[in-house]
C-alpha cells in the first residue's frame, strides 16, 4: 500500500497573485508572493530544472530523468526544493522515484502579471 498522494488531473481556477504589471503598482503583499517565485527561477540550473519538467510529456518528470544538469543529485534535490517551497512545483513518490510535476495554476498566474492590462 502506498502514501502517495495522488496528483489532481485538473487544476482549480486560481485566481493569480497580482494584477498585470501595467494595470497598476503591486502592494508590498503581492509583490513580496511574486518576489519568491520569480527568485526561484533566477537560479540558471533551477531555471534549467523547471523547463525539464515543463517541457516533459505530460508536464511531469521523474527525478531519474532530469539530474543532468551539471550539477550533483545533492545540489539537484536542494533546487527543486527550492523551486517546491516557492509553489511552482509537487512531487509525488512512486516507489524509490520522486515525480516532479509543474503548476498550471502558477504559470498562468506568473504568464497573467508580465501580460499587458485588457483595454477598458
Not at 497598476?24 to 527561477?41: H, I, S, Y
Not at 530544472?49 to 508536464?59: D, N, T, V
Not at 512545483?89 to 509543474?102: D, I, K
Request: hydrophobic share 40%; aromatic share 4%; proline share 8%.
Amino acid at each position: 500500500m502506498s502514501n502517495a498522494k495522488a496528483l489532481p488531473l485538473l487544476e482549480p481556477t486560481v485566481e493569480p497573485c497580482c494584477p498585470p504589471l501595467a494595470e497598476r503598482p503591486l502592494t508590498a503583499e503581492e509583490a513580496e508572493r511574486t518576489a519568491v517565485m520569480f527568485k526561484a527561477l533566477g537560479d540558471p540550473v533551477r531555471l534549467r530544472l523547471f523547463s525539464s519538467i515543463a517541457s516533459h510529456e505530460g508536464g511531469e518528470a521523474c527525478v531519474c530523468d532530469i539530474s543532468d544538469v551539471g550539477v550533483s543529485q545533492p545540489t539537484v534535490s536542494h533546487h527543486l526544493k527550492k523551486l517546491k517551497e516557492a509553489g511552482l512545483l509537487s512531487s509525488e513518490r512512486r516507489g524509490t522515484w520522486v515525480y516532479y510535476r509543474v503548476e498550471p495554476a502558477v504559470l498562468a498566474a506568473m504568464g497573467q502579471l508580465l501580460t499587458r492590462a485588457a483595454a477598458v
